[in-house]
């Protein structure tokens, strides 16, 4: 059974750039057709899709999201991760990790992780 876990900070400052990595365990993220996926929920709203990173490196992003994001993956450690630069408050979100076989269709979660932006 594949588990997902999000590693990071918390507390990000304005303009900084947030970096979340999503360790996996039972599963390789080099293999099997799988999309790797970063999601995010503001406090009050809906699920946002972030990106995403193939099993093949090839890499998607949200339009709206995409000047400010990078999704990069090391396979060494099984571990994918989000970089979000120019961060404001808006960016304050729960950030989820997820898989995938289709980009925002999921079989897979991690518990999730609360990252504030704040001075």
């Known amino acids: 059974q594949v588990q997902l876990q999000e590693l990071g900070p918390g507390l990000v400052k304005p303009s900084q750039t947030l970096s979340l990595a999503c360790s996996v365990s039972?599963?390789?993220?080099?293999?099997?057709?799988?999309?790797w996926s970063w999601i995010r929920q503001p406090p009050g709203k809906g699920p946002e899709w972030i990106g995403a990173?193939?099993?093949?490196?090839?890499?998607y992003y949200s339009p709206s999201l995409k000047s400010r994001t990078s999704i990069s993956r090391d396979t060494s450690k099984n571990q994918f991760t989000l970089h979000l630069s120019s961060v404001t408050p808006e960016d304050t979100a729960l950030y989820y990790c997820?898989?995938?076989?289709?980009?925002?269709?999921?079989?897979?979660w991690g518990p999730g992780t609360q990252v504030t932006v704040s001075s």
């Open positions: 039972g599963g390789s993220i080099a293999a099997n057709n799988y999309y």
């Open positions: 990173i193939f099993y093949s490196g090839d890499t």
């Open positions: 997820a898989r995938g076989f289709a980009i925002q269709i999921y079989t897979n």
